[in-house]
């Protein structure tokens, strides 16, 4: 059974880092690819970033050159390192994995950054 756990949220202030991490339950090779989306209240949930099992990544516009999605192979890791974070950075952050045509999702994390 597939489980993902994130970890790492938090309240940050504007300009500061934050790293979250998702732990996977099974292999993350046997994805297709791995993701960071968030959702900010009344809106709708956004990718963020993608990691495919050949490890291409790819950003939301205005998360390039901010994020940085990785993954550590022996210990079944996806993680996202968040800098020079912004108040519209706030938002619940959700791990994601897809294998086939399956969509597994994390619990989420919440990231909050005083306006």
């Known amino acids: 059974q597939v489980q993902l756990v994130e970890s790492g949220g938090g309240l940050v202030q504007p300009g500061g880092s934050l790293r979250l991490s998702c732990a996977s339950s099974?292999?993350?090779?046997?994805?297709?690819?791995m993701a960071w989306y968030r959702q900010a209240p009344g809106k709708q949930r956004d990718l963020v970033a993608t990691?495919?099992?050949?490890?291409?990544?790819s950003y939301l516009d205005s998360v390039e050159g901010r994020f940085t999605i990785y993954r550590d192979n022996a210990n079944q890791m996806v993680f996202l390192q968040m800098n020079e974070l912004k108040p519209e950075d706030t938002a619940v952050y959700y791990c994601n994995a897809k294998m086939f045509r399956n969509d597994y999702w994390g619990q989420g994390t919440q990231v909050t950054l005083p306006s």
């Open positions: 990691i495919t099992v050949g490890g291409t990544t």
């Open positions: 099974v292999n993350i090779f046997d994805f297709d690819s």
